[in-house]
C-alpha cells in the first residue's frame, strides 16, 4: 500500500476523489490534509470530516491555510459550482469529529520525515499547504516519492481566467514555488482531466445501488452537472478533476506525460498561468494524454 497524505479544499470532485482513494486498497490515506479554495478551510475541513464519516472510515484530517501566500484571502467562493456548502447544498448535519491538533503544515513535515522516501501526497486544491511545508522545512523536498498535483492548464484555456486553472488562480506564488522546488511532482492538469467525463446516466445506476452514501454522492454530483451544463450545454455529465489526480496516483499509466520546467505566472492578466518550457530545471512531469475511458471503468468500480 502507498502511504498518501491528501490535500483537498473540499468541493464536489474532492469528494468524489477522497471516496475514489478511500476505497482503493491501493492507498493507506495516513490524513487529509485542507486548505482554502472551493470553501473557506474551516468550511474545507467539515466538509472533509462529514465525507470520511459518510464513508465510515477514519482517518485524521487537520486545518491548513485560510488564505494565499502573499494575496491574502480569497474575495469570492464558487458557490455557483460547488453549492452555498461546498458539496452542492446536501450537508444535513455537521460531522461527529473535529480536526487534529496538529497544522496541515506540520503533519505534512512529520509525516515526510517519520516516512523518508515513502510518502506521495496528492494535492487537488491550492498549494498553500505544501508551498508553506517547503518552506518551513525545504530538506522535505528530497524525502517525498511523489507529489500528484491536481492544477494549470498547459497547452489549453484556463478555467477560471483565459489562461489559468482554479487551483493554481488561487494562489500563483505557492504554486511557482512548488513546481520549482525540485519536488518530484505530475501534473494533472486541464489538459487531460477535461478528457474526462462521468456521464449523467450513471448517477442513477448509484442511486439504484442501494448502498447508503449513494444520495449524497448522487445528489452532491448532480449538483455539480447541473453547474457544468451552464457553461458547457451539451456535455452530459461532467469533467473527473480532482478524482483523475488519484486515479494517476494508483496507475500513473492512465496518462502519458512529458517532462517539461513549469513557471507560473504571477503578474498581469495572465496571472495563474502554467507555462511549460522544454529547457531550464528543474522539470515536473506534465500530463498531456489519457485514456479517459479506462480512467472512468476504474473510477466507477471503486466510487461507491
Ligand atoms: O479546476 C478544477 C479544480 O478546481 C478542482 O480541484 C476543483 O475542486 C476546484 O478546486
Ligand atoms: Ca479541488
Redesign the pocket.
Known amino acids: 500500500m502507498k502511504p498518501i497524505i491528501f490535500d483537498v479544499?473540499t468541493?464536489?470532485?474532492?469528494a468524489l476523489a477522497m471516496a475514489y482513494a478511500l476505497n482503493s486498497p491501493e492507498l493507506e490515506i495516513l490524513g487529509f490534509t485542507t486548505c482554502f479554495?472551493?470553501v473557506p478551510v474551516e468550511e474545507a475541513a467539515r466538509n472533509t470530516l462529514a465525507v470520511v464519516e459518510k464513508l465510515g472510515k477514519h482517518v485524521p484530517v487537520f486545518l491548513g491555510a485560510e488564505k494565499s501566500l502573499t494575496r491574502g484571502m480569497k474575495e469570492r467562493y464558487?458557490k455557483h459550482i460547488?453549492g452555498e456548502d461546498g458539496l452542492g447544498n446536501t450537508l444535513d448535519e455537521d460531522p461527529m469529529r473535529t480536526v487534529e491538533a496538529e497544522s496541515a503544515t506540520d503533519f505534512i513535515i512529520d509525516q515526510v520525515k517519520k516516512l523518508p522516501n515513502e510518502i506521495t501526497i496528492i494535492a487537488?486544491?491550492p498549494l498553500t499547504n505544501l508551498a508553506l511545508a517547503v518552506n518551513k522545512f525545504p530538506e522535505i523536498v528530497s524525502l517525498v516519492k511523489e507529489v500528484v498535483i491536481?492544477?494549470g492548464a498547459v497547452y489549453v484555456p484556463g478555467?477560471?481566467t483565459p489562461y489559468g486553472?482554479?487551483?493554481i488562480v488561487s494562489d500563483p506564488e505557492a504554486a511557482d514555488c512548488v513546481f520549482q522546488s525540485g519536488l518530484p511532482v505530475t501534473l494533472v492538469g486541464?489538459d487531460v482531466?477535461l478528457e474526462t467525463l462521468l456521464p449523467k446516466e450513471k448517477l442513477a445506476d448509484w442511486r439504484a445501488s442501494g448502498k447508503e452514501v449513494a444520495p449524497f454522492f448522487a445528489d452532491m454530483t448532480e449538483f455539480y452537472m447541473s453547474a457544468y451544463a451552464s457553461s458547457h450545454p451539451d456535455i452530459g455529465g461532467c469533467a473527473l478533476?480532482?478524482p483523475l489526480a488519484v486515479g494517476v496516483a494508483i496507475d500513473s499509466s492512465f496518462v502519458k506525460t512529458e517532462k517539461l520546467n513549469v513557471r507560473v505566472a504571477t503578474e498581469g492578466e495572465e496571472t495563474g498561468r502554467t507555462i511549460g518550457k522544454h529547457s531550464g530545471e528543474p522539470k515536473i512531469q506534465v500530463c498531456t494524454q489519457v485514456q479517459s475511458d479506462r480512467f472512468l471503468k476504474h473510477f466507477l468500480e471503486r466510487i461507491l
Open positions: 479544499d468541493g464536489i470532485d474532492d479554495g472551493n464558487p460547488h487537488v486544491g491536481m492544477g478555467n477560471v486553472e482554479a487551483n486541464l482531466t478533476h480532482d
